[in-house]
């Protein structure tokens, strides 16, 4: 990734940068300049250039699902039938509107599609499949509870 990042022209610097926002999106421009020996001035626009071109793409705070009352995370297979572009776009369209839907996937292999949601509890979980099951093109549904986390991240390695 690194030799990709200075092909691109990006120099250590802004990997450092990259890293320490990785880790707290929230520090500030004047602790982010002490830490990796440069300028206020020349860090801002540093990131002002990552962010505007696309390498930061956006902020956010992480929340905790459960501590506000979200208890199950799961992961759901959709296989669609037929595999027409009028029915992957009208399913598409459908899961964006969704807001259990944390993130969707097209893959490849045996399901079409990977959602990742969080969803209050069992009850609001059968709920959300029986509304699935009614869409047209959605052929099967397979879903997998996640029990524990072994590795959770959003961290990029950047070497």
Same mark, same amino acid.
């Given at each position: 990734m690194k030799?990709?990042?200075?092909?691109?022209? /990006? $120099?250590?610097? $802004?990997? +450092?940068?990259?890293e320490e926002l990785q880790q707290n999106g929230r520090m500030s421009v004047a602790d982010l300049a002490r830490k990796i020996h440069l300028s206020q001035p +020349?860090?801002?626009?540093?990131?002002?250039?990552?962010?505007?071109e696309g390498v930061i793409r956006q902020y956010v705070a992480l929340l905790d699902h459960q501590q506000i009352g979200y208890d199950l995370m799961c992961f759901l297979q959709l296989t669609l039938n037929p595999h027409s572009h009028e029915v992957i776009q009208a399913v598409r369209d459908q899961i964006q509107q969704e807001v259990v839907v944390l993130e969707c996937y097209r893959i490849s292999g045996r399901a079409d599609m990977l959602l990742k949601i969080i969803i209050e509890n069992q009850r609001a979980l059968n709920d959300f499949i029986q509304q699935l099951t009614k869409m047209d093109g959605i052929e099967r549904i397979e879903t +997998?509870?996640?029990? $524990? /986390?072994?590795?959770?991240?959003?961290?990029?390695s950047l070497e």
């Open positions: 030799k990709l990042l200075q092909q691109r022209g /990006y $120099d250590n610097l $802004d990997q +450092a940068i990259l +020349a860090v801002h626009n540093r990131i002002k250039r990552l962010e505007r +997998a509870l996640v029990l $524990d /986390y072994i590795k959770l991240t959003t961290e990029l």
